[in-house]
């Protein structure tokens, strides 16, 4: 297997990362001005700290959203290898979601999709 092609392309791609460096180190503006290194949001200076503290329930939002959305990317591509797949793909299918709706079940259990701060749990 040539593996020189491979090392062309590396070689110019790290001399143009390294031409593009140089140049705006080279061409860049150097100036150091009392609002040059404050933070600036569309006009209005900022105030208090950056680090906000969030509430879990922003967290559990993301997580559901990341694994149901998995969920429905492998469902859309099941369903259109349905044919190809047959009955295989059929069951394998339904022990996919049979697994999620036992995590489902497991996480209500839990309390995890409780909303109130004082959410029980198990022992």
Do not use: C, N
Not at 53 to 71: C, G, N, P, T, W
């Amino acid at each position: 297997m040539d593996l020189w092609p491979l090392a062309v392309y590396l070689v110019i791609v790290s001399m143009l990362v390294v031409a593009m460096l140089g140049l705006s180190f080279v061409l860049g503006q150097r100036h150091h001005d009392r609002a040059t290194d404050s933070p600036y949001e569309s006009g209005i200076l900022s105030q208090g700290s950056a680090r906000v503290r969030l509430s879990a329930k922003f967290y559990l939002v993301a997580m559901f959203f990341v694994i149901f959305d998995l969920e429905a990317v492998f469902l859309f591509a099941w369903a259109i290898s349905v044919r190809e797949t047959g009955w295989t793909g059929y069951a394998e299918a339904s022990l996919f979601i049979a697994v999620l709706l036992a995590a489902l079940a497991y996480l209500w259990r839990v309390g995890a999709l409780d909303w109130r701060q004082g959410g029980r749990t198990v022992s």
